[in-house]
C-alpha cells in the first residue's frame, strides 16, 4: 500500500510542475506499478466521467476543440454502412464481395464489445471466426485456408455466395468452489455450415473472436516500448509461473516485423493496420496498406464481382479513423473509495491477477499530444500469455502459439453492461460474466484463479465489484 | 518532494478559506439561474409537445384520406415540430431526463427521438431495394414495444425511431438536388400492402408524442420531479453551460457541420430527407441563446466579468447572423458545391463560429466558478 501512495504522490507533484518539463521516460521505475490506484481516473487526464450508453464513444478529455473535427469524421467513417460498388456516393461503396458486417460499429456497437449470437440459430454480428492451416506465411502470420482465406465471411453481395456460417452449442461444464458454492461454466462447439466452397479439411485451425471495444486504443499505442518489454519475462526467471512475452508480427507501414499490440493475440502492430484489416478482412475493404480484394483464388464468383474505384478507402478516410479510435476516451471508474471496492483491489494483488493486468502504467511521447505522458490503468501489460488448455484456439498467430492470448485490458469493463447489454467476456464471449471469466484461466493464471476460488464468498464479491468499478 | 507537497496543500487551502464569501454568492447565482433555466426548458418541451400532437393529428388526417394535399399538411406539421423541438436540444449533454430517464441510469428517450444518421434501408424500401426495412418484414410486429426494441439495436445507423424516420416515412429518400424526398402519398393508400407502413406511421408518431410528455413532465414546475432536483442541485449551472458549450462546440460544430463538409455525402446532412437541414442548425442555435438569455447567464455573467459577457453575447448573435444566411438547401447549395467555394466558406465561418462560442462557454465557466466540459 505504501508503495501505491508513494507513486501517486510523485504523479501528482509531476502533474503540478508539468510546465518544468519533469523527464518521465528518465524515471524506468515509475513508469509502471503493479499496485492498484485509488485515482478514478483510468485514463489520466484524458478520462472522461460518464456512465450512460455512450461511455465508449466520448472523445479524449483534454483533446483540443479544433481535432474535434477529425473525430467526428473519424467517428462517421466508423458508422458507415458501407454499399455495394458502384453506388451513388462513390466515396462510401466498396462493400464485399464477401464480408462479416457492412459498417465497423456493427461489430464494435457504441464502440463497446461484441458477443456471440443468444441462440444457435442466429447469425453473428459482432463475432467472427479466424481460419488458417498450419504453416506461416511470406510473414510469419498464419497461412489462410486455400479456399476460404483469413476468416470465414458468413456474408456476401448479392450475386455472391457468403463462404459459411458457424453455429455454436455449449457444453455445460459444472465446478464448484472450495467452499461448496457450485458453479456453471458453457465450453462453445463450433459447427460449420453452407460452407460454399466444400470441406474446410482435416487440418483447419479456427479461431473464434469477439469484436473487442476500442476505446483507450491511442493510450494503449502511447505505452513505451520498453515499458512492454520490461514486464516480459519469457523464461521465467523471476520463478513466479508468470512468462509473458511479447509478440512480433508483420508491420504493413513500416514493411518490418513491429511489436504487437491490438487483437486478441495482439497481432497487430498499429491502429492504422488493424482499422485496415478489419475493414478489409470484415468488410471487404481495399485501401492501400490492403490494395487486393479480400477474394482467395478459389472464389470465381468473389473476383469477379470486384467492381468500383479502388482503393475502396482513401488514405485520408483510413487516416481519420484511425484518428477516432485513436482518441476514445476511457472512462472513469466509479466507487472507486467504497470499502469492497478498495478490499477487492487489495485481493486483486493479493492473488496477483496484477502481474499481468497491470494496474498502473504511463504513456510516453506521443504523436497526438493529448495521449502522451499519461498516468493510466489499463490492468494490461500488453504481452502474450499461456492461458492454458482449456482456453487454447490452437491456431499459431505470429509468435503467439495455441495457448497463448494477450492480456485483455480490463479498464472499463464494468460499463459493458450498460454499453452493450451483456457481460460476455474473453476471446470467443464464452464467459458470461467476470466470475465466469477468471474461472477460465488457466496456464500462467491457474495460480491467480485457485487463489480467487480459494476466497470465501464476501471476498469474491469485494474482486467482483472491484473489477466492475474498473 | 514532501516539500513541495506540503506547500501545494497549504495554498490550496488557503485559497479554499479566502473565498468562501464568493461561494455564498455562486451558489445565489446558481440556485437563480436553475430556477429560471428549469421554467425556459418546461416552456420549450411544452412546445415541441404542443407541436408534436399537432403533427400527430395531421398525421391521423392523412391516414384517413391519403393524397398529396394531407402529406403537405402533415409535412408542414412535421417542420414545425422539428423546429420547435431543435430549440430544446440545448437540455442535453449532463444527464438530464432527455439523456437519463431517471437516476438508476436508464437512459432517457434522445436516441427514439432523434437518432441520426440513419440507414433509411432499416425501415422502409429504398432506391433498389424495394422489400427493404422492417414495413417489408412481415416477421416484425409493428407495435410501440418491438419498434422502441428495434431503435438502434445492434448498430447505431439502425434507427426505427423519432423525428428522422418520421421524416422519412413522409419525404421518403432524397434522390435529387432539386428538391426534397418525392414519395408519393399513395404509399399510404389504403390497401392491404400498405398496411405495415401505416401502421409503422401512426407507432412511430405515438412514440414521439409519449417520450415529449415524458420530458414535459419531468420539467414541470411545482411537482416531485427532475425540475425539482435541479432547482436544488448546486452543479446546476456547471451543467447548463456544459450544454451549451457542447452542442455548439462538438454537436453542431463538429458532428453535424464539418463532417458535412468533409464528407461531402448527402447523407450528412441532419434533415436529409425534409431538406430542412439549414432550420435544424438555426433554430439550435437559438436554444442556445434562448438559454443565454432567459436563464440569466448573461446577467450574472454582466456582474462577474462584463467584457466576456459581452464578448458572449457578440460571439452568439454573430452565430447566429452567419447560419441565417447560410443559403439552402445545404445539399445543393453548399455540399455539392467544390472546395473552396463561397458557400463553403461561409459555412467554415459558422463552424469557428460555433467552435470560439463553445470556448467562450467555457471561459465563462471559469469567470462563474463552475466547471465546464465539452462532450464528456
Known sequence: MHLTRYALLTLSIVSFTASANYAWSAEKDTNLSLRVSDSDLSGGETTIHNTSREAFAKPLKNLPMTSLRDFTFGNKMFNTKWVTAPASVTSLDGLGPTFNRMSCAACHFKDGRGQPPRNVDSPMKSMLIRLSIPGMNKNGGPM????????????????????????????????????????????????????????????????PRVAPAVYGLGLLDAIPEETILSLADPDDKDGDGISGRPNYVWDKINQKKSLGRYGWKANTPSIAQQDAD??????????????????????????????????????????????????????????????????????????????????????????????????????????????????????PDFQANGREWRTAPLWGIGLIETVNKHTKLLHDGRARNIEEAILWHGGEAENSKEAFKAMNKEERQAMLAFLNSL | MKKTLLILAISASAIAFGSTAHAQDSAATNSEIAKKYATLVYKDYQDAYQDALKLQSSIESFLAKPNEETLDAAKKAWLVSRNSYGQTEAFRFYEGPIDFADGNGNEGPEGRLNAWPMDEAYIDYVKGNEKAGIVNNDGVEITAETLT????????????????????????QDLSLDTPGTRPASDYADTPENKRRRDYLTVVTNILVEDLQFLVQSWTPGQDNYAKT???????????????????????????????????????????????THNDFIYNQQGVANVFKDAGIYDALMKQDKELAQKLNAQINETSTILAALPNPIDREILSTPEGSEPRKQMELAVSSLIEQAQLFKDAGKALNVKVSINE
Not at chain 2, 423519432?162 to 421524416?167: L, N, P, S, V
Open chain 1, 144 to 207: 489462410p485456408h486455400p479456399a476460404y482465406g483469413g476468416q470465414l465471411n458468413d456474408r456476401g453481395i448479392q450475386g455472391v455466395p457468403a463462404e459459411g456460417q458457424a453455429q455454436i452449442t455449449y457444453t455445460q461444464i459444472k465446478g464448484q468452489y472450495p467452499d461448496g458454492t457450485p458453479y456453471t461454466l458453457q465450453k462453445p462447439n463450433y459447427v460449420f455450415t453452407n460452407l460454399a466452397y466444400g470441406k474446410l479439411g482435416e487440418d483447419i485451425m479456427f479461431s
Open chain 1, 278 to 395: 478489419a475493414a478489409n478482412g470484415d468488410i471487404g475493404l481495399t485501401s492501400n496498406l490492403n490494395p487486393d480484394e479480400n477474394c482467395p483464388l478459389a472464389q470465381k464468383e468473389c473476383m469477379d464481382a470486384v467492381k468500383g474505384d479502388h482503393p475502396d478507402i482513401s488514405d485520408k478516410q483510413l487516416e481519420k479513423m484511425t484518428f477516432y479510435v485513436s482518441t476514445l476516451a476511457v472512462p472513469a471508474r466509479r466507487d472507486v473509495n467504497t470499502p469492497q471496492v478498495q478490499a477487492g483491489a487489495q485481493l486483486f494483488e493479493r492473488a496477483k491477477c496484477s502481474s499481468c493486468h497491470t494496474p498502473q502504467m504511463r504513456t510516453g511521447f506521443h504523436n497526438i499530444e493529448a495521449l502522451a505522458y499519461q498516468e493510466i490503468q489499463p490492468f494490461t501489460d500488453m504481452l502474450i500469455h499461456d492461458m492454458g488448455e482449456d482456453l487454447a484456439d490452437n491456431r
Open chain 2, 149 to 172: 426494441d428495434k431503435n438502434q439495436a445492434d448498430d447505431e445507423a439502425e434507427v426505427a425511431t423519432g423525428y428522422h424516420a418520421i421524416e422519412f416515412l413522409l419525404w421518403g
Open chain 2, 230 to 276: 435541479f432547482t436544488q442541485d448546486e452543479d446546476a449551472l456547471s451543467k447548463i453551460l456544459t450544454a451549451l458549450a457542447t452542442l455548439s462546440g462538438f454537436e453542431l460544430a463538429s458532428e453535424r457541420m464539418a463532417t458535412a463538409l468533409d464528407s461531402g455525402d448527402q447523407e450528412d446532412e441532419h434533415s436529409c430527407f425534409s431538406d430542412n
